[in-house]
Structure formats: structure tokens, C-alpha cells
């Protein structure tokens, strides 16, 4: 990938960031944490990876995304608000009661969400359904996902892996965000969810482990899944809760609560720095 | 009492699923009980549009989600036990909240399971499904309705959970004007004195009562709810209005089912005595299926006597 284009991905990803924020702090509630953590995985695929269109939402032949961890929503309408799905001046209205960007993903009403989702472990397996269903028509759309570490002590990430590996579900691609923290302490505390790529391997997966804040590995990685036939992929990302911001890296009270005023122009100038 | 001809609902199911897959594009799931479900007719004709979940009904409540959302037709298929039971936030967050048009297939319900007993025995079905904003449920009265909903279904762009038997009964629905509609709540025989409103195996049940009342001089009314949700108001209502008392009659637990959607239209739109045939909120055991219905109280005799227990309390 060119610098310039890396440069691009980076810009847009901050924007990402920002817009995430800002819901986030409006609403007075929300969870910052994971949003921030997700941000370059959701530049990479809403600006280079997936082909989708704004102007035409429900077309039927779109890849799909599924945010399996839905309280990470903020990163998503800003991603998607950032694609043109709908103008950004809607993110300040996230969670209130009147808005279509709901506290988590509401496929009815939000141009651009593929699926409702919130309730842990469930996304996964709707991306299955999407991608099974591709296969039976025959279609070539791609579907992605992106599941918390956390996420995955749901037992039924593990039924869907069954499930995307025995339908050898290779339009499928699985992304961990593997940021360590979950909301009552660190994954491996908490109930260790570790190793992620012996698991992941043993229920079938093309595992690909990646740094997910380097666009070059980003790019690297899902050009591999879509080159891997005949199994889904899984994309260990190794990333930072809170990244871009300094007081909300690796902290674990950032998971679900908003930032003040202070706090939120801080966040700004570090991110625009 | 014609001596009818008896079917499972679910071998109507199965049956209809097969038949009219050459008709419609949709898939069907399972989880590992298609030979019980009875959607292994469909798979042994339609291999390729046929998908084993494995015992994760979860998992497959949430993949017939994406299904759906992707614009196919797709029936999920379990035993109402874990259909509605073990999968209860998969179908309430993954199929109720986005209104995703997916159609489960719910075998096994009620307490004619028989000899595998309670933890197979689903009572609670309707209820759970009922609290889900914009499920239908419906709960066919024999093989041919249920055969008549699975076609009406497929292409209806709403979620419904459908219940079906194990157990064969009676195939009543023979007359050649029968006609299925979603929501619509059929008379099947008048009456002035009392109203017996009836769901799934209690209909023909329903009509056995009505010949002992008659022979009681009391004049039955009989009404087949088959959707339970959105139920039929209007038909609800005329029976009280005209008739003055009703007895409900389900293969369910009295709570939160038939006779408790059919007390909240009467209550709110026309007081009278309202009184619950079904399971009295209990668990089920094991037994043979005529020794079970005896023992639950799920019989003609018992809707006699129910019925002039409610012909008793009219004022």
C-alpha cells in the first residue's frame, strides 16, 4: 500500500475516532473503549476492503458487515456516517430518544447497518446465515464481522464457528478484536478466552494474527482471507482499547462510560495532534 | 363424532415443507432432529437447500436471521422446548427486534411429547412467543391446516413461530371450502349457550364436547383460534356478546396462552365468565398420550364440565 494511501486510511480512521467521541460524550453515555479499538479495522473495510454503496444501502449484492459487538456502535455510525451513509451531524444525536443511531445496532432504521445486534455472541452467527445464503444463490458478496474478545466466552461464537467452518464458509471473515479488556477486568482475569489462534484453528479457521492499528497488516491479512478458499478466516487483532487517546488506552473504566468536557477536548487535541 | 383419520401436525409439516419446495425458493434449518421434526422429508428431496445446525439452536435462531436478512425465505426447525425455550434471546434480538421474516417450526409442543416427558413437554411456548412484539403464532388444529400455514407463511414478511405435534389426531378440516387465513378465527359450529374457543389438538376435542352438551340440552358454540397472535378480536368478541359465557381449551399451561389472550379481549371489550382448559401450572411426566391427556385434564369430558361450569356463572 502506498504511503499516501496508508496517510489517507489514517486520516479517515482518526475521523473514525472523532466522530465516535463525540456520540459518545453527547449522549453522556456509551462505550468509548471498543469503539477506539476497532477504528482502523473499520477504515480499512469501509474504505478499501468492502464494496458497498451509500446512495443504495439495501443493495442486494453489497458485502455485509456485522458488528457482533454491538456496544461498540459509535465506531460503526461513524465509519458509516463518514462513507456518506447519512450525515455526520447525526452522531451527536446517538442514543437519544428521538435518533435512528440507537445505543446499539438497529438494522431497521440506520442506513448502512446490516444487522441488529447488541446481545453478545449473536452477530457471528447472522453473518453465517449471510454468508451461507450467498452460497446458495450463488452470489459473490463477502461478509464480515467483528467479534469481541471478550465476546467470545459466549458460547455460541463457538457454535457459529462450528457452523462457518463446516459449511466451509470461506466468504466469511471473522475479525477478534483482541483488546484485552472486557468490562469487569482483563479477558484473561476474567475468564481467560486465550489462545484465540489454537481455538480458532481447531474449529477450522485460516487464523491470521495481525497488529490491528497497521494498515499494511490490515491489508496483508484480508487480501489472505479472500485468497484462502474452502475455509472462513479469522483475523486475530491485536489492538488497544482506547487507542488515540492517551488516558483511555489500556483502561479498563473507559469500557462503558463517557468522557466530560474536559476529558473530551483532550481527547480531541490528542487526536488531531 | 366422525371417526376421522389421524396425522401428526408434524408429518403435515414435514410433509409441506417437501411438497412445496418445488413451488417456492427457501431453505429450512434444523438441529440435529430432522427425522423427528419431520423436515427430514424435505431434506432427502432437497439436499442442497436442507442445513444441519448441529444441537445449537441458538446458533441456528441467529444464522436464520442473517438468512433472512439477505431477503431468503427460511424455516428454523426444533422442538418447541428448545425452540422457544432454549433459544428465547436469539429469536426476541435476532429475529424479533429487526422483524426478520423467519419461520419456525416448533414440533413436539404440549404435554403429548408422552413418554419422554416433562423436560421435552413445552407449556410455556405460546406464552414466551406471545410477549415478542410482532410474532405471529400459529397453532394448527390438524394435519390439513397445518399443511394450508405452512404454504401461507413463506412468503408472509413477518416472523411466526408455528407450533406442531407429535401425536395424531383427528384430520377434521375435510370439507372442500376449507380455507386458511393468517389472524382469522373460524366458527366452526354455533351455538347460543356457551362458547368453547379452542386451539391446536383441543378443537376436534372442542367438537366432542359440543355433541355431549347438546345431548345435555346445552348448545355449544365452537370456535378454532389457530393464530393466536394477532388474535382474532372480532370473532372473540361476538362469542361473548351472543353467548354470554366462553371456556378456553389448550395444550398449554393456562398462563399466559390461548386463554389468556382470550380473558384480555373479553375482559377489556366485553366482560363474562371466561374459564381455562390447559395444563394448570404444572410440569409434565411421563406417560402414554391417552393416559396423559386423562390425567391433565385435556378431554371432552373435562370441557363438559368446564363449559356448564361457565353456562353456571352467566347472569
Known sequence: MKLSRINELKDIARNIRLGALEGVYNAK????????????????????????????????????????????????????AEKGFFDKSQLKT?????????????????????????????GISAACGMALSAKVDGKNYRVYTIVGDGESEEGQVWEASMFASHYKLDNLCVIIDFNGLQIDGPVTEVMNPTPFDKKLEAFGYNVITIDGHDFEQIEAAFEAAKACKGKPTAIISKSVKGK?????????????????????EQAKAELNA | MINYEKKATREAYGEALAELGDKYDFVVLDADLAAATKTGVFKKKFPDRFFNCGIAEGNMMSVAAGIAATGKAVFASSFAMFAAGRAFEQIRNSIGYPHLPVKIGATHAGITVGEDGATHQCLEDIAIMRTIPGMTIINPADAIEARAAVEAVINYNE??????GR???????????YKFEIGKGVNLAEGKDVTIVATGLMVSMALEAREILASEGIDARVINIHT????????????????????????HNIIGGLGSAV???????????????GTNDCFGRSGTVPALLEAYGLTPAALVAKAKEAVSLKK
Not at chain 1, 464494496?51 to 456496544?71: I, T
Request: proline share 8%; with cysteine.
Open chain 1, 94 to 122: 446517538l442514543r437519544k430518544v428521538d435518533s435512528f443511531l440507537q445505543g446499539h445496532p438497529d438494522m431497521k432504521n440506520t442506513p448502512g447497518v446490516d444487522m441488529s445486534t447488541g446481545s453478545l455472541g449473536m
Open chain 2, 263 to 277: 380473558a384480555e379481549v373479553v375482559g377489556e371489550a366485553c366482560p363474562v365468565p371466561v374459564l381455562r382448559v
Open chain 1, 29 to 80: 453515555s456509551g462505550h468509548p473503549g471498543g469503539s477506539l479499538s476497532i477504528a482502523d479495522i473499520l477504515a480499512y473495510l469501509y474504505f478499501e476492503e468492502m464494496n458497498v454503496d451509500p446512495k443504495n444501502p439495501k443493495w442486494e449484492d453489497r458485502d455485509r458487515f456485522v458488528l457482533s459487538k454491538g456496544h461498540t456502535a459509535p465506531a460503526l455510525y461513524a465509519a458509516l
Open chain 2, 159 to 164: 416472523p411466526v413461530y408455528m407450533r406442531f
Open chain 2, 228 to 251: 393466536i397472535k394477532p388474535i382474532d378480536r372480532d370473532i372473540i368478541i361476538d362469542a361473548a356478546k351472543k353467548t354470554g359465557a366462553i371456556v378456553t381449551a389448550e395444550e
Open chain 2, 167 to 177: 401425536f395424531a389426531t383427528p384430520v377434521f378440516n375435510v370439507n372442500a371450502d
Open chain 1, 244 to 264: 488515540g487517546v492517551s488516558f483511555m488506552e489500556n483502561n479498563v473504566s473507559w469500557h462503558g462510560s463517557a468522557p466530560n468536557a474536559e476529558q473530551f
